[in-house]
């Protein structure tokens, strides 16, 4: 390599460090000034104290997590079966997954309002728990590309069709296959779709906003409007977050293969 | 991969004999998919079609084009324009950027860790976008920000004086590089690492120069895989409403913080305008990732 180009390649690195570090450390730097006199972490202890805090975020923790479970039913017997028995509809399939980075959130959340009011043949946002039910299901439509490409390409690193005739030869049943058999394969596949899905789905402001719910996204953007220090400390907590998910997905895919490298090292 | 003729005969045999069997077996494998379909057409598809056939119909039901004529309103159609350009503007310079930093670590000659820790940090940002990226950004170049005031303090220059501000064009397309750089980075990167090294040493050996090797080599190669990535940059800022939001509040007259307000009711609400921006919306998003798709395609039979 020439050295020209691999001192163009330092500066590259070193002007996008500079660009992607500078807002975390003036965040960081930000979130300590609410004391006059020196730093402090008095604007953690505001936000975590906060009650407004506590619940928000418990609930979009919880609407989270129930996005994950419906997501993993959804689309994980949906893959396996495409893979096993229906290829042709693959293109289908995959070809929706990916509408919602096509289709704005904002364009989804407004076709519920539309089609699914309180007058409609679906008063989806009639009460409070149905709305959370539109809530979850809209969060389920955003993790579908995550979700789906995360178990697709965990179904294709794994002998699928072989794996499901060594058990139905067993005797098993297409129920205890998927539970059995499959879903332990694709455990790494399945918990890094989960995991990006929680990072996506935790502070998500537009769907959550537009339906009204109690989540951590409008309560963040409502701190934003009316507090000085406490966003900074806010933000500092969503980037830990996210950065969790993601490191969570690095352990649980090393694992894997791992895992992997060992089972296979007897048979060799 | 080519079908063998095999897989087509047996796919093809159950319709033509009269077995009930076979046939009850197929009727059977489409209601495996029967829950993803309902879901995605609830949930989906209904949704959206709902806003395209709406946007062509009036209060009576029948077909009228008057919507769409409220998207040639002066504000309607400055609001898209920003639109397009903060669009436009973050997806050419976060592919630009993003292209950068992903051809150092993969063709620079940089140390090995530098690649991983790259892309695991742009998993992370290319997530981190909403209303914390805003308030980050708040934080970095607000008029109290870190530094704002370094600039000041170290540097005698006062951003603010000279007529910056972070709730202006330059300050979200600034604010929307922080997510669409990281994006781009692991679009391209599968496709940077597609280029093999001995490409570069056939052209040296047959005494190409580096600009040879960019025109006639690399960027033919490259060309498809990184127009579609901004193509799919640009359909990501597009959409993008809680960063805007958060940073501007409704002051910046961008398309998706118009049709937040609509929705919301918080200007003089008119259901009509919402259904046609919405189609404004959907129809150019679906343009630019048509092209996404189309070249990718591309791509992907030139490599097999």
């Known amino acids: ?268 | 991969m080519p079908p063998s003729p095999q897989s087509g005969a047996e796919t093809t045999l159950p319709s033509v004999t009269a077995v009930p069997g076979p046939r009850l077996a197929i009727r059977l494998d489409w209601l495996g998919i029967v829950p993803f379909m309902l879901f995605a057409l609830l949930f989906l598809l209904l949704p959206t079609a709902f806003l395209m056939v709406g946007a062509f119909q009036d209060a009576q039901g029948h077909f009228t084009l008057a919507k769409l004529g409220l998207l040639l309103q002066g504000n309607v159609l400055d609001a898209y324009l920003i639109s397009l350009e903060v669009s436009a503007a973050s997806a050419i310079v976060g592919a630009i950027a993003g292209f950068a930093l992903a051809w150092a670590v993969v063709h620079g000659g940089l140390p090995a860790w530098i690649r991983p820790s790259l892309l695991t940090f742009s998993g992370v940002a290319a997530n981190f976008a909403g209303v914390p990226l805003a308030f980050a950004f708040l934080c970095t170049l607000g008029r109290t920000g870190l530094v704002t005031l370094l600039l000041q303090h170290y540097a005698g220059i006062d951003p603010y004086s000279t007529g910056f501000t972070l709730l202006s064009f330059h300050g979200l397309v600034l604010t929307y590089l922080y997510f669409q750089i990281p994006l781009m980075v692991l679009i391209v990167t599968p496709a940077l690492e597609g280029l093999r090294k001995e490409w570069r040493e056939a052209s040296d050996s047959l005494g190409g120069t580096a600009l040879h090797y960019w025109i006639h080599v690399a960027l033919p190669v490259l060309a498809p895989s990184v127009l579609g990535a901004s193509l799919l940059l640009f359909a990501n800022a597009f959409g993008a409403v809680a960063t805007a939001y958060a940073l501007t509040g409704s002051s910046l007259n961008i398309v998706t913080i118009l049709l937040y307000a609509q929705i919301r009711g918080d200007v003089l609400h008119d259901p009509n305008l919402g259904y046609a921006l919405a189609l404004g919306m959907i129809v150019i998003t679906s343009l630019s990732s048509a092209g996404y798709l189309w070249l990718s395609a591309r791509t992907q039979r030139r490599r097999s």
């Open chain 1, 1 to 268: 390599m020439k050295p020209a180009s691999r001192a163009g390649a330092w500066l590259a690195i070193a002007l996008g460090s500079l660009y992607f570090l500078l807002p975390l450390i003036a965040t960081f730097e930000f979130s300590l000034r609410m004391r006059r006199e020196s730093y402090s972490l008095e604007a953690y202890r505001v936000v975590l104290t906060d009650p407004g805090f506590q619940s928000a975020f418990g609930y979009s923790i919880l609407m989270a997590l129930l996005t994950v479970i419906t997501s993993i039913v959804l689309v994980v017997p949906t893959a396996c079966w495409i893979e096993l028995r229906l290829p042709r509809m693959r293109p289908v399939i995959e070809f929706i997954t990916l509408l919602p980075l096509v289709i704005p959130a904002i364009i989804i959340v407004f076709g519920y309002l539309r089609l699914y009011n309180s007058s409609s043949w679906l008063p989806l946002t009639g009460n409070e728990r149905a709305t959370d039910l539109l809530l979850i299901c809209s969060y389920v439509t955003l993790s579908l590309p995550y979700m789906y490409r995360s178990v697709h390409s965990g179904l294709r690193a794994i002998d699928v069709r072989t794996l499901t005739e060594a058990s139905e030869s067993l005797g098993a049943g297409w129920f205890t296959t998927l539970a059995h058999v499959i879903a332990p394969a694709l455990k790494s596949a399945i918990l890094s779709g989960s995991f990006l899905t929680f990072a996506v789905v935790i502070g998500e402001f537009t769907m959550a906003s537009l339906l009204n719910r109690p989540a951590f996204g409008p309560y963040l953007q409502l701190i934003g409007a009316n507090r000085a220090y406490e966003p900074s400390a806010l933000a500092v907590i969503a980037f830990l977050v996210t950065w969790a998910s993601m490191g969570l997905i690095q352990v649980v895919s090393r694992n894997a293969a791992g895992a992997g490298a060992k089972r296979r090292l007897p048979g060799a």
